[in-house]
């Protein structure tokens, strides 16, 4: 199933919290139908970057936001835009996996499609949670235990269980916060299989602070160190023959932190 | 050393002494309500829920339905106004972002907690007063009689509030970061991603409610002012609001202090009722909460 | 520099829910201003002898509250002395001394106790509390101190019986706070102490000194339940207007029993009705007051300073 994924510029985005600027002016251009990934040390801001394409920032009151995001040629932070209907477009999937605990592994994954009304009838409905969980590599799993609570689901069963929860809004595109850093290497590796099917469909954004992560799965890397871009290009160029000697430190691992 | 070893064991034998002391009016009060409760109760079983209050002084200990059907009403009206409130109240304090109003209206709510329930009754049989006289100065006949259920009702709606603002609230703050964030992630508007929130703390949302309810049953002295107290049963619909209003606390009190015998006796008895409900809806709350 | 905007727009009704929280805000500026409104009608009639003055006379139109307003202040101090022994005692019983299975049930023994309507402590206390304290009274050896303390009336009510009832209501509230304060004292306080080799209830002692902000904060939270207690008190009490409060076994009233008591008659009266309100006033005065300082020491330093 074929689909165009959006297209992400961003332009001069600054981010203040308080009175500290976690991202000072960075510029990217994110292809579509792509893994991109944002890798960079801790601290580095990379996390923040990411939740300023979905506004999810929004919620933070000491949060301030300069610059443009835009998303299929829509301007995410402009006036005219409203930040849930940006949501929808996007999904997100976080750090820590985080399904409703008490709601069912089905009513996780149909949360997201009722509130919003994507779906006119109990048919189409399991058919999408169908779908959304058989991308996510989690069908087999739990197609005949659909209505045990979320929370009884190993660790990296949860997380991809959010990973379905997000597609089922059927999104045109993914944004990851290091979803596999707090799962052991074999749910790592399943989800990152899995990330590499996505771009059939969609774009991922993928942050993570493993470099080496950045290298099996995405197509494009860019490399954020102290909230600016320090450099950005295809995922080979990047390992093989980085230009700036910052990143050159981080892809061969001896950056500490 | 010796008197070392032996002073800390006196002194904490004095901290238990002291503890079972104070514990002790506590079982006493509840085996004497028990105890001479059952024996009214049982004077008049079943009538005593149902009927009306005896004569004071005769034989008959009478009943106190209408306290009963009073209660159920206050609590009832003074929940609908106070746990929809309280529960907006405490989204918007929490899931807002840009505005000072959710933070003024938590301290505000801080000092509430501690207003005594009869300044409560007082200001709103104070308000309802000003409203009163006012309307006829002008010829109109106000609203909301002073004496009346929906007073009384507004009067408990007010102490309820505050707890259940404050356990909504806390339990909203709660809620992971993270967990917000995908609720939110999923593109819903703020009151469906509240609305989501407030089903993941639905727990603790229900024990507050059943300390908010607790509390708006047992109230006597906010209702001298309001509900001011009634022994017939309510009649004629919804006028019934607009009318006094007898409740299980009122009628304790007014019976306790009555000295007529069978007056005093009908008081244990209904106190027994009151008593029951509440160790009842304090071991629900308790069973609640750790569940969730 | 544009700020991220906020959710306000057309589509979003969130900003609607805020109507409820105006309606708290405003339900708390209406109570203080009637009370202010009210009061200070009685406070233009009778100025300063509202308080300091003794008398309630509907009658002759004179209103002086001093007898309820150290009704109230005495029977609140009594209150919290014993309160505070039993709440700290309670504590260390509960997280010091029981076995870890008595623990819960004793904690919610306490808690229930705090959630019993008040009427019903009001009722044991006129017919059991009441004619203890009264047979107490007879004693020939207290007899002798009759003309220092006065004498409770015949059904044992006085502002000492009082005092004993409230102490036992608002005992709960203060040992939640002072057990809550003594299971958060860190565990290296308590591994530091005993390796000094001081015996467990020194150790016991230097937790509770360590703790001492809290045990404030809970008198004082205690103290502004006594001082609002209002049902259980009036049962008790007495309700007689006693200049002489001092005499602590004699009938007498508090602000808050004074309320309740008089309510039947306010209306009667022309200025009996803004009398209430100015004592309610003050009783409000007195609750803020106590409610500012638990907040003021609150945000103090920690514990332990």
């Known amino acids: 199933m074929g689909s165009r994924g959006a297209s992400i510029e961003i332009q001069g985005l600054r981010v203040w919290f308080d ?41 933070y009151p000491e949060a301030r936001v300069e610059g443009r995001v835009i998303v299929d040629g829509l301007d995410v932070y402009s006036d005219s835009a409203d930040p849930s209907s940006v949501r929808r477009m ?168 | 050393m010796e008197t070392r070893i032996l002073r800390s064991y006196a002194g904490l034998a004095l901290a238990v002494v002291i503890t079972v002391a104070g514990l002790t009016p506590l079982i006493h009060l509840i085996a004497v309500v028990a105890v001479n409760g059952v024996k009214a109760i049982s004077k ?46 405490a989204v918007y304090t929490t899931q807002s972002v840009r505005t000072r109003l959710g933070p003024i209206t938590s301290t505000f709510v801080r000092t509430m907690i501690e207003f005594p329930t009869i300044v409560v009754g007082l200001t709103v049989y104070g308000v309802l007063r000003i409203l009163d006289l006012g309307l006829q100065a002008i010829g109109l006949h106000s609203p909301i009689p002073r ?81 001011f107290g009634s022994e017939y049963y309510p009649s004629g619909g919804l006028e019934a609001l607009l009318k006094p209003i007898g409740a299980l606390t009122l009628g304790i009190y007014t019976m306790a202090l009555s000295g007529y015998s069978n007056w005093v006796e009908a008081s244990w008895g209904a106190a027994f009722m009151l008593l029951a409900i509440s160790i009842a809806l304090f071991t629900a709350i308790r069973i609640i909460s750790s569940r969730g | 520099m544009t700020p991220i905007r906020g959710f306000l727009k057309g589509k979003d009704l969130f900003g609607l829910i805020g109507i409820s929280n105006l309606a708290i805000i405003a339900t708390v500026i209406i109570i203080v201003a009637i009370l202010g409104i009210e009061g200070l009608r009685i406070f233009i009639k009778e100025g300063v002898n509202f308080i300091s003055t ?97 004498s409770p009336g015949s059904l044992g009510t006085s502002l000492f019986t009082g005092s004993i009832l409230l102490s036992i209501m608002i005992s709960p509230f203060a040992t939640a706070i002072v057990r809550e304060a003594l299971y958060s004292v860190p565990k290296y306080v308590d591994e530091a102490l005993y390796s000094l080799g001081l015996t467990r209830f020194e150790v016991i002692m230097l937790k509770v000194r360590y703790i001492r902000r809290a045990i404030l904060v809970a008198a004082m939270v205690a103290y502004g339940r006594a001082v609002g207690e209002t049902i259980a008190v009036s049962m008790v009490v007495g309700n007689v207007v006693n200049p002489e409060f001092w005499k602590i076994l004699n009938p007498g009233y508090t ?51």
């Open chain 1, 19 to 59: 009175s500290r600027e976690v991202i000072k002016g960075v510029s990217l251009s994110i292809p579509s139908n792509t893994v991109f990934t944002i890798m960079g040390p801790s601290g580095s801001g990379k996390s923040t970057l990411l939740r300023a394409i979905n506004r999810i920032l929004d919620l």
């Open chain 1, 90 to 257: 996007i999904g997100m999937v976080f750090q820590i996996p985080n399904p409703i605990p008490n709601m069912s592994i089905y009513e996780n994954v149909a949360l997201g499609p009722k509130i919003n009304r994507m779906v006119r009838s109990k048919r189409e409905l399991d058919e999408l949670v169908r779908w959304a969980l058989e991308r996510a590599y989690l069908w087999d799993e739990v197609r005949d235990r659909l209505d045990m609570p979320a929370g009884k689901l190993s660790g990296g069963q949860q997380q991809r269980l959010c990973i379905a929860r997000a597609l089922a809004m059927r999104p045109k595109a993914l944004l990851m916060d290091e979803p596999t850093s707090n799962l052991d290497p074999m749910a790592t590796s399943k989800i990152e299989s899995l990330i590499t099917e996505l771009r059939e469909y969609l774009t991922v954004v993928l942050v993570t602070h493993n470099p080496f992560q950045a290298s099996r799965v995405s197509n494009y890397v860019a490399f954020i160190y102290d909230g600016r871009l320090v450099e950005v290009g295809p995922t080979s160029k990047i390992f093989t023959r980085p230009e700036s000697e910052l990143t050159e430190k981080y892809v061969t691992g001896r950056m500490v932190a």
């Open chain 2, 44 to 89: 008049n079983f079943p009538g005593f829920f149902f009927e009306e209050r005896a004569i004071p002084g005769s034989e008959a200990i009478g009943g106190v339905g209408p306290y009963i059907v009073g209660t159920l009403i206050l609590t009832t009206v003074a929940s609908l106004i106070g746990i929809p409130i309280s529960i907006l109240a």
């Open chain 2, 147 to 227: 004496f009346s259920a929906l007073s009384g009702s507004i009067a408990l709606a007010i102490i309820m509030t505050p707890f259940i603002y404050s356990q909504v609230e806390v339990s909203l703050r709660e809620v992971p970061t993270h967990l917000r964030e995908a609720v939110y992630s999923l593109g819903g508007s703020r009151l469906i991603s509240s609305y989501i929130l407030l089903r993941y703390v639905k727990a603790s949302i229900l024990a507050g409610i059943g300390i908010g309810v607790g509390k708006a049953m047992g109230e006597t002295a906010p209702l001298l002012f309001t509900a």
């Open chain 3, 54 to 150: 003794s008398v309630w006379s509907g009658v002759r139109e004179r209103y002086g509250i001093l007898f309820a307003l150290g009704g109230t202040l005495i029977t609140g101090v009594m209150a919290i002395s014993i309160a505070l022994v039993m709440a700290v005692a309670s504590s260390i019983t509960i997280v010091e001394i029981l076995p870890r299975r008595l623990k819960p049930l004793i904690s919610s023994l306490v808690d229930l106790s705090a959630s019993i309507p008040t009427v019903i402590y009001g009722l044991w206390g006129l017919f059991v509390l009441a004619p203890l304290l009264a047979n107490i009274a007879e004693n020939p050896l207290l007899s002798a101190l009759k003309s220092y303390l006065g």
């Open chain 3, 255 to 305: 602000i808050a029993s004074l309320i309740a008591d008089q309510y039947q008659n306010a209306e009667s009266y022309y200025y009996m009705v803004p009398a209430i309100f100015g004592a309610a006033l003050i009783l409000f005065a007195i609750g803020l007051a106590v409610n500012i300082a638990v907040i003021a020491i609150s945000r103090g330093a920690r514990y332990g300073d």
